[in-house]
């Protein structure tokens, strides 16, 4: 994915570009105070506790990204007026226009992370019932840029969000014809080997290249299946999405829907 940035929490003029557009415009101030925080600078305090994982009431001042409760207010707002699913569809637009997405097969898997408070979409550990926590999942292409991404319990079986996931991606734009959201085939592991789902995708004109439970390993599906590991360990190269920290489940959605946005956009910059 190229060079780490020094300091990746600040935001280019190319990524302000695109999000500038999209962000819902400030209502007029009906008391007088402090002049408004510039969105930029917000969304900067926003990726610095993205990338740090650091509690939002300790966000260091002399950064000049404004206090921590006026970032998370931002962020919130911003995810309820759909900022980052209009930017993900932005940016799939530009990959494909660039020929740059590979609809031939998706990839899709989860990862188990652990919620230091019980919540929406929270659910006992597999490994431990007494603690909570919550699944990231993840369906790139066959190159793992992230198609869509969502958030559950983490008690809940990986093949129940199979067809919610692939009912996300969004539709892709950019080349001649109707714009495109479904694959050619998909690749799971084992977790998703259920005949009931495969006769659903067939249905759907979409191949099951599923693992099966039973058979012994070595089917050299992780050829193929990696990408969306490594997708899923760029997501937890976030800090703040290693640990659900946040109790509400819409804040938490906020920033794994950012970090999807981001990870795409390093794509565009690397392929486009």
Not at 28 to 50: E, N
Not at 207 to 218: L, M, Q
Request: proline share 7%; charged share 25%; glycine share 10%.
């Amino acid at each position: 994915m190229g060079k780490r940035q020094s300091r990746p929490w600040i935001v280019s003029d190319e990524l302000w570009a695109l999000v500038e557009p999209l962000l819902p415009k400030p209502g007029p101030k009906l008391v007088k105070g402090r002049p408004r925080l510039p969105d930029r600078q917000a969304l900067c305090g926003v990726l610095f506790v993205l990338h740090t994982g650091i509690q939002w009431e300790y966000l260091p001042q002399e950064l000049g990204f404004g206090s921590g409760m006026t970032c998370w207010r931002r962020l919130a707002a911003w995810n309820a007026a759909g900022v980052w699913g209009q930017l993900h569809v932005l940016l799939l637009k530009k990959l494909r226009s660039a020929k740059k997405l590979d609809w031939s097969r998706v990839v899709i898997d989860s990862s188990h992370v652990r919620a230091a408070r019980k919540g929406p979409k929270s659910g006992p550990s597999p490994v431990d019932r007494a603690r909570p926590g919550s699944k990231h999942h993840v369906v790139t292409d066959a190159r793992g840029i992230p198609l869509a991404v969502s958030l559950t319990g983490g008690n809940r079986n990986d093949v129940t969000q199979l067809l919610t996931l692939l009912d996300k991606i969004p539709p892709a734009a950019g080349v001649v014809g109707r714009p495109r959201r479904r694959p050619d085939s998909l690749f799971a592991d084992r977790g998703y080997d259920h005949d009931k789902y495969r006769r659903l995708l067939w249905q759907r004109g979409i191949r099951p290249v599923i693992a099966r439970r039973g058979e012994p390993h070595g089917s050299g599906l992780g050829v193929f299946r990696y990408v969306v590991e490594r997708t899923i360990a760029w997501l937890h190269g976030f800090r703040r999405l290693r640990i659900r920290w946040e109790r509400r489940d819409d804040i938490h959605e906020a920033f794994l829907g950012l970090a999807t946005c981001l990870i795409t956009y390093r794509h565009v910059q690397r392929l486009c």
